[in-house]
């Protein structure tokens, strides 16, 4: 929302009031408060009248600072608020926040991170760390904005440095560099192709050091140097606002924090990373076609984890009803028992919506568990479905009401839920706990899915729940695995795509997945075979589109193999994959990375959003065209091309062409990636048979590399060591049938621990005791 008018003026009908300086400085435990006139204090006479600028600073964990922003503090305290975790303080000398007010600053710290707030003139709020300011919020920026409507906001302005970059602010669709843009913090159901977004994020990941969440789950307008082009702005309707400055330093360390601040993902089972089919949305399907496409599938080689029905799995008009439809699936019990005997998980589609033909429709209004106007009436209207009413999470009972329906059809053998939709929230309605609809806008996401994914965890097991969501604010990444939403059959789309993936990273969600050939339309043979590699080199894969089917023998000949090859390179990928996961659950680290998050000190990965990091080591650049070619930057050292072998030479751009069972896949200089002796399922015993392929490590160094197992718990840890000619691995326990890849290795003059042969790639070890050590050849058969 922009208040001024150029540089000089303010809009008509703004009334602006800013902080001239700290008047007064209130210590207090691991706090400081600070009332800052708006106009200059000569003499008594000035403070007569306000207003005053009351500035609240506290050290709610370390290396994170909170910022309040003060007008009227008897504004009514307004429900909800995001779920934030506060370290506890300790005792004595552990604490990590310290005050100090000397006659020109005051300061507080909170571990490396300190806030300095200027005493007199000019106002001043600079925040430091490794003795650097990392931005500041300085004169005529932070204040009191009135509009002519009457409306009263809260704005802050932090500067931006020269050359700083801002990133996240949820999954976006656009530029993945959000500078220039304007960015309102509002969900809505806008597909991939425009500025709205189903996931918006208050949080922004500077390149500067530092990340900034405004704690506000309703709408906050953000002006990314679009407004004022070297600041980020925000601002808020009310009398207050408060946010949270997390430094890094590097951009990992950023997420690290706010997830810790915020919550970290829960850990996907392991059958959810392999290949989901969906019945697709307006398709025609009963348990024959179900059953004819597993039955291709099969016939194919082609291996299947999960089997979605879309929405008519139930009638027409009735959604939500939660009852199969008796005319296309009679038997659902019985079904859902001859799926499982193949091996596969189900989900189901379900939105938290009722429809006035639902049986549920007339239960919940007589119980009170659907939001209703001011008048009483029960709010409802016709798009998506004919009088439809929305469940109100606010009321414990109705939680208890919808879980319970839910739970029905997980006894009737159904794994997990879509829980699509979650954005068209109306503002004209009153809640059970008298929650703000303003607020509860974005909210309202956070309170559906996480009353589905709690009634999983509790029925499944932990480790077992997961949902596929579409719609998201701060908090819901701990209720994996979101999706992008409607997009097109395009390549274009398919590049909104990945942007909104790696955006979505950037804001703190762990894992992520996208409709393999596009949503609406039907892709042509080449864009859904090349969405297929991108697919399937994606924390999680769905086939899944609108009108038509998406099994790949309806599009041509060479779809087949393609969608063979990759479901298997991913399953063989799977304990990489799956200990990238670990790490995003313990961590907040994100599956698929930007460039920016991996590389924070190349300045050439600053923009990349065609390409990304799968996990720590591996580069991955999806094809958006027909004719196979593409281009990427490699960051500096030897990379490896994983699917050949060859070794190339990074620092530089390269434009290459590529067949559709190829693409730019790329392991790290120095990396040890683990590869499974399975290819037909996503979750089995990851150490058992497992190949480490040990690439470019160079002398002196060592790499310690996890193999999870199936439930996450623990692992096999490996440790891969060179020192000259010598390359060491050593298992932390007895491992069954473990191997030895040394990429680009030519020949060994000595095995201990093992047996070598040749390989395409290199030379391959077969490991016979826990330790295994390697003795180069010369120089002439090195490094091919």
């Known amino acids: 929302m922009k208040f001024s008018d150029g540089y000089w003026l303010l809009r008509e009908g703004v009334r602006a009031e800013h902080p001239v300086q700290a008047h007064d400085v209130t210590p207090g435990p691991g706090s400081l408060t600070v009332h800052a006139p708006t106009r200059r204090v000569r003499h008594r006479g000035d403070l007569l009248k306000g207003p005053v600028v009351t500035v609240g600073l506290t050290a709610p964990m370390p290396g994170v600072i909170g910022v309040t922003i003060t007008h009227f503090a008897g504004e009514q305290p307004r429900k909800p608020r995001f779920e934030l975790a506060v370290a506890e303080r300790s005792a004595g000398t552990d604490d990590w926040d310290s005050v100090s007010i000397v006659d020109d600053e005051a300061v507080l710290s909170s571990g490396e991170l300190s806030v300095r707030v200027a005493r007199g003139r000019p106002w001043s709020l600079d925040f430091i760390a490794d003795g650097r300011v990392l931005t500041s919020s300085g004169d005529n920026g932070m204040g009191f904005m009135t509009t002519g409507d009457g409306g009263h906001h809260v704005r802050e302005q932090l500067r931006l440095a020269v050359g700083e970059l801002v990133y996240g602010l949820g999954e976006r669709f656009g530029p993945l560099v959000k500078n220039g843009q304007v960015v309102d913090i509002w969900n809505a159901d806008g597909g991939t192709a425009s500025e709205q977004a189903y996931k918006n994020m208050p949080f922004y990941l500077s390149s500067a050091g530092y990340g900034v969440l405004v704690d506000h789950p309703g709408l906050v307008s953000f002006e990314v140097g679009s407004e004022a082009v070297s600041k980020v702005q925000f601002s808020v309707e009310g009398q207050s606002l408060r946010y949270f400055l997390i430094h890094g330093p590097a951009p990992k360390d950023v997420l690290r924090r706010y997830t810790a601040l915020t919550g970290r993902p829960a850990l996907p089972p392991a059958w959810s990373f392999g290949l989901w089919l969906s019945t697709s949305f307006t398709t025609s399907y009963d348990e024959q076609t179900v059953t004819g496409f597993l039955d291709g599938m099969r016939e194919r080689d082609i291996p299947l984890s999960v089997v979605h029905f879309d929405c008519f799995w139930m009638r027409e008009l009735h959604w939500c009803d939660f009852q199969w439809d008796p005319r296309t699936f009679p038997d659902p019990e019985g079904m859902l028992a001859r799926l499982k005997a193949r091996g596969l998980k189900v989900c189901v589609w379900i939105n938290p919506y009722i429809a006035q033909r639902s049986a549920l429709f007339a239960e919940g209004q007589a119980k009170g568990y659907l939001l209703r106007r001011p008048n009483g009436d029960v709010w409802q209207w016709d798009l998506w479905q004919p009088g439809m009413a929305l469940v109100d999470f606010t009321n414990p009972a109705a939680r208890r009401w919808y879980a319970e329906k839910l739970g029905a ?115 042509d043979p080449a864009l859904f075979k090349r969405w297929i590699a991108f697919g399937l080199l994606s924390s999680h894969s769905r086939l899944h589109g609108s009108s038509s089917y998406r099994v790949p023998w309806l599009f041509d000949e060479e779809s087949t193999p393609v969608l063979r090859f990759f479901t298997r390179l991913k399953a063989r990928l799977m304990p990489y994959l799956f200990a990238a996961a670990v790490q995003a659950h313990t961590e907040g680290v994100p599956v698929l990375r930007a460039m920016a998050l991996e590389f924070p000190e190349d300045p050439a990965c600053a923009h990349l959003e065609r390409q990304y990091l799968l996990g720590e080591d591996l580069l991955v650049a999806p094809v958006f065209s027909a004719d196979g070619e593409v281009s990427y ?68 160094t060592r790499v310690r590399t996890r193999v999870p197992e199936v439930s996450g718990a623990t692992a096999v840890v490996f440790d891969t060591a060179r020192m000259g000619r010598t390359v060491m691995v050593q298992a932390d326990r007895e491992v069954t049938g473990w191997r030895v890849l040394l990429v680009g290795i030519g020949s060994v003059r000595s095995v201990d621990g093992g047996r070598s042969s040749a390989h395409p790639h290199g030379t391959l070890i077969e490991a016979d005791s826990s330790v295994v050590t390697v003795v180069q050849g010369s120089d002439d058969d090195q490094d091919h």
């Open 409 to 523: 059809l997980l006894d009737q053998g159904v794994d997990c839920f879509k829980t699509d939709f979650g954005e068209r929230v109306p503002t004209d309605v009153v809640y059970y706990d008298r929650a703000d609809p303003e607020r509860m806008h974005n909210y309202y996401t956070y309170l559906y899915n996480r009353t589905v994914f709690d009634l999983l965890r509790e029925r499944r097991g932990e480790g077992e729940a997961v949902v596929f969501a579409r719609s998201a604010t701060v908090g819901c990444q701990q209720f994996p695995v979101h999706w992008g939403g409607d997009c097109e059959s395009t390549f274009e789309a398919m590049a909104e795509s990945l942007r909104g993936g790696l955006s979505l990273g950037l804001s703190g969600f762990g894992f992520w997945s996208h409709d393999i050939g596009g949503f609406e339309g039907t892709p």
């Open 633 to 700: 930057y490699l960051p500096e050292g030897t990379w490896t091309d994983v699917l050949t072998g060859e070794a190339v030479p990074g620092g530089r751009w390269l434009r290459r062409r590529y067949d559709f069972q190829s693409l730019p896949l790329l392991a790290r200089p120095g990396s040890v990636i683990p590869f499974g002796a399975v290819d037909d399922r996503p979750d089995y015993d990851y150490a058992e048979g497992v190949t480490l392929h040990v690439h470019q490590l160079a002398d002196g």
